[in-house]
Nanobody, 125 residues
């Protein structure tokens, strides 16, 4: 069992920055692949970024590549999403997710078993 709690969402002007945090409990954190996903109203949930157990490998959706950075601090059982150069189209509920499986398709939602409650991010023009 894994419990995930996101924090750090908010409203930011175009070009601004936010850092999201996701605190994990219930399982050894460094055994988990972690990912960030987002869902805008009326749209399908989509991948944002993923990071391997040790943090050595990261993956990003094309829409955020070069602007967002995923990282993790295993000593704090926490994964982060640094969001820079925010755009209105980044507006969505952002979800943290965890997988105890192998590193195969880290941006595929179907590979994740545990999800946080989500945090709202709004990029204002």
């Amino acid at each position: 069992q894994v419990q995930l709690v996101e924090s750090g969402g908010g409203l930011v002007q175009t070009g601004g920055s936010l850092r999201l945090s996701c605190a994990a409990s219930g399982r050894t954190f460094n055994s988990l692949t972690m990912g960030w996903f987002r869902q805008a109203p009326g749209k399908e949930r989509e991948s944002v970024a993923a990071i391997s157990r040790s943090g050595g490998v990261t993956n990003y959706a094309d829409s955020v590549k070069g602007r967002f950075t995923i990282s993790r601090d295993n000593s704090k059982n926490t994964v982060y999403l640094q969001m820079n150069s925010l755009k209105p189209e980044d507006t969505a509920v952002y979800y943290c997710a965890a997988s105890a499986g192998t590193w195969g398709a880290p941006l595929d939602l179907r590979g994740y078993d545990y999800w946080g409650q989500g945090t709202q991010v709004t990029g204002s023009s």
